[in-house]
């Protein structure tokens, strides 16, 4: 099963851009890399996914590179409300359709 | 589109008693998954349900046990309840096929006395 290693915090300031590093060395072929956000008390948040190259949504943009051994989640402009759990997953058949959660990279937002 | 939703979204049960969870999958979805999580940790895969069945279960005890309705709709049931299980449980729906993206409900707080 592949694993995912992510820095455990981050610390950045209103208006930064923000990029968290997700390593996964020995991910699957067919498996995709998937982002969640996660707010205290609450359920984990699709953010993106992505396979290789960019993806960009409204959220946020997720770099893969050509050897898809690590990715890079991209917060444009963060706001206070961006502080949270950011969880980095490679999803797919080699789990077949179990989650595999780490310990995640908690983003903390100053003012 | 509705969304994942979860009930109830707090719950107080005290040692040896049981507990059952609900869970509405999103529409257009077939599979459900539960998840526990611990306060600091990350959700813990608890067993996944496709067509009634159960499909694919993590390293949780059989007082863990589940079902899924026709309509996609599942229960998680935890019976002789250990201080240990309290936790936020998490309920994910997705579609078989595909990239399987899986959503979450805001989960149910439970908490054993």
């Known amino acids: 099963l592949a694993k995912t290693t992510q820095p455990i915090s981050m610390d950045s300031y209103e208006g930064q851009e923000v990029n968290i590093t997700c390593s996964h060395n020995?991910?699957?072929?067919?498996?995709?890399i998937t982002w969640y956000q996660q707010f205290p008390s609450q359920g984990p948040r699709f953010i993106i996914q992505?396979?290789?190259t960019k993806v960009t949504n409204e959220v946020a943009s997720l770099f893969i590179p050509a050897d898809r051994k690590s990715s890079t989640l991209s917060l444009p402009r963060v706001s206070l409300s961006d502080t949270a759990v950011y969880y980095c997953?490679?999803?797919?058949?080699?789990?077949?359709?179990?989650?595999?959660f780490g310990q995640g990279t908690t983003l903390q937002v100053k003012p | 589109e509705t969304g994942v939703t979860q009930s109830p979204t707090h719950l107080i049960k005290t040692r040896g008693q049981q507990v059952t969870l609900r869970c509405s999958s999103q529409?257009?979805?077939?599979?459900v998954s539960w998840y526990q999580q611990a306060l600091g940790q990350g959700p813990q895969f608890i067993f996944q349900?496709?067509?009634?069945?159960?499909?694919g279960r993590g390293n949780f005890p059989p007082r863990f046990s589940g079902l899924q309705f026709p309509n996609y709709s599942s229960e998680l049931n935890v019976n002789a309840l250990e201080l240990d299980d309290s936790a936020l449980y998490l309920c994910?729906?997705?579609?078989?096929?595909?990239?399987?993206?899986?959503?979450f409900g805001p989960g149910t707080r439970l908490l054993v006395l």
């Open positions: 349900y496709y067509r009634e069945e159960e499909n």
């Open positions: 997953l490679a999803t797919g058949s080699s789990n077949t359709g179990k989650l595999i």
């Open positions: 020995n991910i699957a072929t067919n498996d995709y």
């Open positions: 994910a729906s997705s579609q078989r096929g595909g990239r399987e993206t899986q959503y």
């Open positions: 992505g396979y290789k």
């Open positions: 529409s257009g979805h077939n599979t």
